[in-house]
């Protein structure tokens, strides 16, 4: 707390260094606040979550075991015994005609001491002092008699938690106990170890935090799902991504398989285990314990509208290209129907009715689908249409969204929207992770859209900027800076732009396959970006109505590296003003207010800057850039502001018209 304080004070007094430097021309900016030029969508800003990253296993979802199925393609991967074969054997029995969880360990104790399992976590288990953990185990004691011990371990394998259950003769059945952490562990494990003479069977075992978000059992890690609340998104975006393709179309993402049973869910590698040689993710594979009906459930926690992506028949073009044949694609359809059942169906309908099962009888309000990932050429085009003209037929409610393909610009990109323009789809879904560069080059990107065609979704973008070896030191404050540019661009043309998602969203800083990425994490804490800062001040300064901000009758989009935009509250009466000065001298500004009568109360201005453009934060330095705010009086009816240089400032007051 202390940190931040000192912060907070500091940054203003840096800011003002800068300003006194040197005295440049005033950039007099001209803001019509009583003439709405178009309404914001509210779901304008919203998250794009994919599990790449260790982003759902190992991180949003906050069990803490392993492979705690014996499912792994590796069944004892995670695992490790203490190789006391005296006290006990093991052996993994896989039952193969069940479909899902078909196997189990069984271990045969002699009676010699004592045989133990431990397991190794996601990179290690983040284990926090005074919390308490539930584990849990299916097991039968089949033969004989045993004891089972419980512990936590830290790194150092000394033990900083422990309970004891005995086990029981007769048929599988759930064992559970609850551990309080005497200490916190980084990296810590769990081991538990069985003592006696018989045969016990377990499975399915597995080690939560009770404190979870909304302390749901079983539930998401609150931290980060705190962090996604803190940008109060207007959508949430899922499961990707290229994992909704998946590398073959026999890992693609399917919902179905999803819900239900958390134990029943039928367990895959993830398509990011083998995607990159240089981080290779041996032991990455999904449980799906977060699945649609969890994607879902958040979506409503976070007051965001759900925006499933759905496998159109189509594994990812940069791996197979293996697409499923034009009269195959009729199963993938039929998922998209019964996913608009699951969400929105009565519960008298089968999906609805698993709905309600799960916990949810109410209709989740799902309203749009996104009909593939980054596919491309004519093969997505065929599949689209099929799925367009059953979707549209059956549920002329729901919006579709059409993706642009893979890059921001070049002949896929030509070519998607040429064919769009005639299918006419809701929403395009474009891409880009480009350079900082093209990011204050391309904020004017929409201004010369054309305003009657399709609406944008900004799905997935991010400024891929230089990096050092710090996991976290892509999201530089240059990176953050040159997004906020281009936002303003975003923001200045949502008449057509109606959703965008920065991408990834979450990283385990010993775990990851991708970055730059929004929000960093380790076992224990995690970290918010530059980026998420710029995020998140779009998000919580939205508006409802974009309103013209003009320097001699046009948009400041780059000139002098200066970038605006602006936008009203039209039920708060505020004005709310983003500005980018991406020089390396501050910039003054008057912002002349027309058709107002004249501000009031306090004008609050928060500043987003950094003392280098490459500066970055981590998780030991979380704090390098943040937001500061300050408060000033507000009067008159214009705004006299010295944006310091590389900053990003929002300005929000309230008016009387
Ligand atoms: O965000 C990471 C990846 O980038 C997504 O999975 C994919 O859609 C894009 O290529």
Not at 128 to 154: C, D, P, R, V
Not at 632 to 638: E, T, Y
Request: proline fraction near 5%.
């Amino acid at each position: 707390m202390k940190k931040t304080f000192l912060l907070v004070v500091l940054f203003p007094v840096l800011n003002s260094s800068l300003h006194a430097q040197k005295a440049s021309p005033v950039n007099e900016v001209v803001i019509q606040v009583n003439k709405p030029v178009t309404a914001i969508s509210p779901s304008m800003w919203g998250i794009f979550f994919e599990d790449i990253n260790f982003g759902a296993d190992g991180g949003l979802y906050a069990e803490l075991v392993k492979n705690g199925s014996f499912e792994f393609p590796a069944p004892l991967m995670g695992w490790r015994d203490n190789g006391n074969q005296n006290a006990g054997k093991l052996l993994i029995v896989n039952r193969a005609a069940q479909e899902t969880n078909p196997r189990y360990a069984s271990i045969e104790l002699n009676g010699n001491g004592v045989y133990s399992l431990t397991n190794e976590g996601f990179r290690g288990m983040g284990i926090h002092k005074q919390e308490t953990y539930h584990f849990s185990m299916q097991a039968a004691l089949t033969t004989g008699n045993a004891t089972l011990k419980i512990e936590l371990l830290n790194a150092a394998a000394a033990v900083i938690g422990s309970s004891t259950i005995t086990l029981s003769q007769g048929a599988a059945k759930q064992y559970t106990a609850s551990l309080v952490a005497n200490d916190t562990a980084q990296r810590g494990k769990l081991r538990i170890s069985f003592e006696g003479k018989g045969r016990v069977e377990a499975d399915l075992i597995s080690l939560f935090p009770a404190s979870t978000w909304k302390n749901r059992p079983r539930g998401l890690r609150a931290d980060l799902v705190q962090k996604l609340a803190d940008l109060k998104p207007g959508f949430l975006r899922f499961p990707g991504g290229c994992i909704v393709e998946g590398k073959e179309l026999a890992n693609r993402y399917q919902w179905k398989t999803t819900v239900g049973n958390p134990e029943e869910r039928k367990l895959i590698m993830n398509r990011w285990n083998v995607e990159f040689r240089h981080r290779p993710a041996p032991d990455y594979y999904q449980s799906f314990g977060l699945g649609f009906f969890e994607y879902f459930q958040l979506a409503e926690d976070l007051g965001a509208a759900p925006l499933p992506i759905l496998n159109c028949g189509m594994a990812c073009q940069f791996n197979s290209a293996e697409v499923a044949s034009l009269s195959d694609v009729d199963p993938y359809i039929q998922d998209a129907l019964d996913l608009i059942e699951f969400a929105n169906g009565d519960v008298s309908t089968k999906w609805g009715k698993l709905r309600a099962a799960m916990g949810h009888p109410a209709p989740f309000g799902l309203t749009m689908i996104g009909v593939g990932n980054e596919q491309w050429e004519q093969q997505y085009i065929e599949r689209y249409k099929l799925f367009e003209k059953v979707l549209k037929g059956k549920h002329p409610e729901i919006k579709l969204v059409a993706a642009a393909g893979p890059y921001a610009e070049g002949d896929l990109f030509e070519f998607a929207w040429k064919e769009f323009r005639q299918l006419k789809p809701d929403y395009m879904d474009e891409h880009y992770y480009k350079s900082p560069e093209w990011f204050f080059s391309n904020a004017d990107r929409y201004d010369n859209y054309d305003r009657n065609s399709i609406k944008i979704f900004a799905g997935e973008y991010a400024a891929h900027g230089k990096d050092n070896t710090q996991a976290e030191s892509k999201n530089s404050w240059m990176s953050a800076m040159a997004e906020a540019a281009f936002m303003t661009g975003l923001e200045r043309n949502a008449d057509i732009v109606k959703m965008c998602s920065y991408a990834p969203l979450l990283a385990h800083v010993d775990a990851w396959q991708w970055r730059p990425d929004l929000i960093w994490f380790d076992n224990l804490q995690s970290m918010a970006t530059p980026n998420y800062y710029v995020q998140q001040l779009y998000g919580l300064n939205k508006g409802t109505h974009v309103v013209t901000a003009l320097a001699d009758n046009k948009a400041l989009s780059g000139k002098d590296s200066l970038y605006a935009s602006a936008v009203i509250d039209s039920t708060s009466k505020e004005l709310i003003i983003k500005l980018v000065n991406a020089g390396d001298q501050p910039a003054d500004f008057r912002f002349a207010l027309k058709g107002i009568k004249s501000l009031k109360g306090q004008l609050q201005q928060t500043v987003l800057s950094a003392p280098e453009l490459l500066t970055y934060n981590t998780l030991d330095q979380p704090l390098q850039v943040i937001p500061v705010t300050t408060v000033i009086p507000a009067k008159g009816k214009s705004i006299v502001y010295q944006a310091g240089a590389r900053s990003f400032t929002v300005i929000r007051v309230s008016y009387v018209q």
